[in-house]
Every structure is written in structure tokens, then in C-alpha cells.
């Protein structure tokens, strides 16, 4: 069966070491998404990708960077942690572009992320 | 942004019925979902309108209504393991605008 895949589900991390979280998916979806997920915001996108080298910036993008190179992955890697990068991060995925799609969102188990 | 509003926390009884609210402010979206997400777990999928009107899947309803920019979702004879947040979100031209969710707590 297709899924998607999130790995380190927990890390712990120090303020100022860079951080990669990756997200694997066999959907072969092109679209591709990170969010965060913190106590009374609900989730907030902070990049998203349509296709292999496309990425943009969400509305959370500062302090973090993503890279497409094949369909299937979509890393997420944080410079410098700082301890409000403290959450849960959701990788998510969909396919097309086209209008008439559904776009239902297929989301991985989220990564938890602590920067002491 | 979209202002997708959901109230933050309800509570309801095992058997009973609940509707869950979201509104929204926007001009126009190609669809609404509503999704479940049980504590430390990934949300998922519950239901999909596209166009106004009640959409049934056994238990679980979603009703939209695009000119009054609502929608609720109904969960009918609760059970203990549907205690959970819900999330409503819009799809619009590939890009997704979320609710902060409704947590739902469900007592015997």
C-alpha cells in the first residue's frame, strides 16, 4: 500500500544545531507540504512543494528550508534550532494541480521536535 | 487568510449527538474537509463537500452551506473513541487553510 513516512518520529535537539526531518512519500503525489502543529494554533504551513524542484514558502517558512529533488521526498531541515521551533511537524502530501481534483491531504505520523 | 473559525473545546455524552461549527471567510474554495485527529496521531480523513448540501458516511455528516460561509460536522451516537480533535479546513487551488481544530471530549 502507498503511504507516507516521516522520519526521526522523536528527536531531541540543542539550540543552534541544524536539524533534518524527512518525509517520504509512494504516492507519487506532486504536491507535498510541512506544517507545524503547536497548542492553540492548529496547523500552519511552512513550505510546500508542486514538483521536483519547486518549492515555496508558507506562512511559518523563517528559520526553515526544504529541497525537492525527486518526487518522493521532501526534507525538512531546520539551520539554526531555536526552542520556538519546539513542536510537532506534520508532512503531508496530494496529487495534482488541476482544479477538479479532489486534493485530499494524506498526512505521516508527525515528527516531535524538542530544542532544549 | 481564510478566518476559519471552530469553537476551541465541547463536550458531549456517549450515545448523544454533536455538531461541531466552522466558519469561514472567503470568496471562493473548491472544497471543505473535515478531518479527525485522535492525540499524537496524524489526522485523517472523515468527509469532503464540494457543493452545499448534507454529505452522510454512517455516523458522521457534513453540511455546507457556501453563502452563509458555514459548516458543521454531526456525529451521531458517540462512542468514547471518537473523543478527539476535529479539523476543518478549506482546499482552494492546491493550497489547504486551516481551523486551530475542536477538541472533543466524550463522557460516559
Known amino acids: 500500500d502507498a503511504e507516507i513516512t516521516q522520519s526521526p518520529r522523536h528527536k531531541i535537539t540543542e539550540t543552534g544545531r541544524q536539524v533534518t526531518l524527512a518525509c517520504h512519500q509512494t504516492?507519487?503525489?506532486?504536491?507535498m507540504f510541512w506544517y507545524r502543529q503547536d497548542l492553540g494554533h492548529g496547523l500552519r504551513l511552512i513550505h510546500y512543494?508542486?514538483?521536483?524542484?519547486?518549492?515555496n514558502k508558507g506562512e511559518v517558512s523563517d528559520g526553515y528550508s526544504v529541497s525537492r529533488s525527486n518526487t518522493e521526498d521532501l526534507p525538512l531541515t531546520l539551520e539554526s534550532a531555536a526552542s520556538s521551533q519546539t513542536s510537532v511537524y506534520f508532512c503531508a502530501s496530494s496529487e495534482g494541480r488541476v482544479t477538479t481534483n479532489t486534493g485530499e491531504l494524506f498526512f505521516g505520523e508527525g515528527s516531535r521536535l524538542t530544542v532544549l | 487568510g481564510q478566518n476559519i473559525d471552530q469553537p476551541t473545546e465541547m463536550t458531549a455524552t456517549e450515545g448523544a449527538i454533536v455538531q461541531i461549527n466552522c466558519t469561514y471567510q472567503t470568496s471562493g474554495f473548491n472544497g471543505l474537509f473535515w478531518y479527525q485527529q485522535h492525540a499524537g496521531e496524524a489526522p485523517t480523513f472523515l468527509s469532503y463537500n464540494v457543493l452545499d448540501g448534507l454529505e452522510e458516511k454512517g455516523r458522521f455528516s457534513s453540511f455546507l452551506s457556501r453563502s452563509k460561509g458555514y459548516s458543521y460536522l454531526l456525529l451521531k451516537e458517540l462512542q468514547m473513541k471518537d473523543s478527539a480533535s476535529y479539523l476543518c479546513f478549506l482546499y482552494n487551488f492546491n493550497k489547504f487553510y486551516f481551523g486551530s481544530g475542536t477538541k472533543l471530549n466524550v463522557k460516559p
Open positions: 504516492w507519487n503525489h506532486n504536491n
Open positions: 512543494s508542486y514538483g521536483v524542484q519547486d518549492t
